[in-house]
Protein backbone atom coordinates (compact mmCIF):
# COMPACT_ATOMS: atom_id res chain seq x y z
CA UNK A 1 0.00 0.00 0.00
CA UNK A 2 1.13 3.11 -1.12
CA UNK A 3 0.77 5.57 1.54
CA UNK A 4 2.44 9.46 1.79
CA UNK A 5 2.02 11.87 5.11
CA UNK A 6 3.15 15.27 4.79
CA UNK A 7 3.65 17.46 7.99
CA UNK A 8 5.35 20.72 8.82
CA UNK A 9 2.72 23.27 7.20
CA UNK A 10 1.74 26.30 9.20
CA UNK A 11 1.34 30.40 8.86
CA UNK A 12 4.73 32.44 8.50
CA UNK A 13 5.32 36.36 7.38
CA UNK A 14 6.58 37.30 3.77
CA UNK A 15 10.47 35.86 4.18
CA UNK A 16 10.40 33.38 6.37
CA UNK A 17 10.83 29.96 6.08
CA UNK A 18 8.99 26.68 6.75
CA UNK A 19 9.93 22.91 6.09
CA UNK A 20 7.89 20.69 4.60
CA UNK A 21 8.40 16.58 5.32
CA UNK A 22 6.63 13.90 3.17
CA UNK A 23 7.05 10.51 5.35
CA UNK A 24 6.61 7.30 3.15
CA UNK A 25 6.58 3.69 3.24
CA UNK A 26 10.82 2.12 2.64
CA UNK A 27 8.65 0.21 -0.28
CA UNK A 28 7.15 3.31 -1.52
CA UNK A 29 10.20 5.76 -0.84
CA UNK A 30 12.38 2.91 -2.94
CA UNK A 31 10.06 2.18 -5.70
CA UNK A 32 8.80 5.38 -6.79
CA UNK A 33 9.06 9.01 -7.70
CA UNK A 34 7.78 11.45 -5.02
CA UNK A 35 7.48 15.45 -6.02
CA UNK A 36 5.39 18.19 -4.62
CA UNK A 37 2.59 20.21 -5.86
CA UNK A 38 0.58 22.57 -4.50
CA UNK A 39 -3.00 24.32 -4.96
CA UNK A 40 -4.12 27.49 -3.98
CA UNK A 41 -7.77 28.52 -3.89
CA UNK A 42 -9.26 28.76 -7.17
CA UNK A 43 -6.48 28.10 -9.16
CA UNK A 44 -5.14 24.44 -10.49
CA UNK A 45 -3.14 22.02 -8.73
CA UNK A 46 0.87 22.56 -9.78
CA UNK A 47 3.76 20.58 -9.76
CA UNK A 48 6.83 22.38 -7.75
CA UNK A 49 9.96 20.71 -7.55
CA UNK A 50 10.71 16.34 -8.47
CA UNK A 51 13.45 15.05 -7.22
CA UNK A 52 15.44 11.50 -9.12
CA UNK A 53 14.12 8.17 -6.82
CA UNK A 54 18.18 8.51 -5.98
CA UNK A 55 18.02 11.90 -4.58
CA UNK A 56 19.60 13.77 -7.54
CA UNK A 57 18.82 15.96 -10.45
CA UNK A 58 16.20 18.47 -8.38
CA UNK A 59 14.23 20.38 -10.70
CA UNK A 60 11.77 23.67 -9.39
CA UNK A 61 9.56 25.25 -11.11
CA UNK A 62 10.68 28.97 -11.84
CA UNK A 63 8.52 30.86 -9.45
CA UNK A 64 10.06 28.91 -6.38
CA UNK A 65 13.54 28.42 -8.11
CA UNK A 66 16.14 29.96 -5.63
CA UNK A 67 13.97 29.58 -2.86
CA UNK A 68 12.55 25.83 -2.35
CA UNK A 69 14.82 23.03 -2.27
CA UNK A 70 14.32 19.56 -2.59
CA UNK A 71 15.67 16.28 -1.10
CA UNK A 72 15.52 12.77 -0.01
CA UNK A 73 16.69 11.29 3.14
CA UNK A 74 17.01 7.72 2.84
CA UNK A 75 17.65 7.00 6.56
CA UNK A 76 13.90 7.75 7.15
CA UNK A 77 11.74 7.31 4.05
CA UNK A 78 11.42 10.76 3.97
CA UNK A 79 10.89 13.40 0.72
CA UNK A 80 11.36 17.24 2.33
CA UNK A 81 10.75 20.58 0.84
CA UNK A 82 12.76 23.67 2.30
CA UNK A 83 10.96 26.90 1.73
CA UNK A 84 12.59 30.00 1.87
CA UNK A 85 11.88 33.59 1.05
CA UNK A 86 8.32 32.60 1.27
CA UNK A 87 6.10 35.06 0.06
CA UNK A 88 2.10 35.53 -0.41
CA UNK A 89 1.61 34.04 -3.32
CA UNK A 90 3.15 30.41 -2.36
CA UNK A 91 -0.12 30.41 0.05
CA UNK A 92 -1.56 26.76 -1.03
CA UNK A 93 -2.05 23.43 0.18
CA UNK A 94 0.92 21.63 -0.15
CA UNK A 95 0.56 18.16 -1.28
CA UNK A 96 4.05 14.88 -2.13
CA UNK A 97 2.58 12.47 -4.86
CA UNK A 98 4.02 9.52 -6.32
CA UNK A 99 4.44 8.37 -9.62
CA UNK A 100 6.10 5.22 -11.39
CA UNK A 101 9.16 5.47 -12.38
CA UNK A 102 8.16 6.45 -15.83
CA UNK A 103 6.91 9.49 -14.99
CA UNK A 104 9.38 11.05 -12.96
CA UNK A 105 9.97 14.82 -13.33
CA UNK A 106 6.56 14.86 -15.25
CA UNK A 107 5.16 17.40 -12.49
CA UNK A 108 2.05 16.41 -14.45
CA UNK A 109 -1.04 15.35 -11.45
CA UNK A 110 -2.78 13.09 -14.03
CA UNK A 111 0.42 10.75 -13.75
CA UNK A 112 0.84 10.96 -9.72
CA UNK A 113 -1.51 8.19 -8.52
CA UNK A 114 -0.70 8.42 -4.67
CA UNK A 115 -1.43 11.13 -2.81
CA UNK A 116 -0.56 12.89 0.83
CA UNK A 117 -3.15 14.93 2.46
CA UNK A 118 -1.95 17.89 2.28
CA UNK A 119 -0.01 20.63 4.22
CA UNK A 120 -1.21 24.05 4.52
CA UNK A 121 0.81 26.98 4.10
CA UNK A 122 -0.31 30.26 4.32
CA UNK A 123 2.28 33.30 3.92
CA UNK A 124 0.71 37.24 5.07
CA UNK A 125 2.49 40.06 4.14
Known amino acids: QVQLVESGGGSVQAGGSLRLSCAAS????????IDWFRQAPGKEREGVAA????????YYINSVKGRFTISRDTSNNTLYLQMNSLKPEDTAMYYC??????????????????WGQGTQVTVSS
Open 97 to 114: AAASPGYCYSLNPARYNH
Open 26 to 33: EYTYSTYC
Open 51 to 58: IGIDGGSP
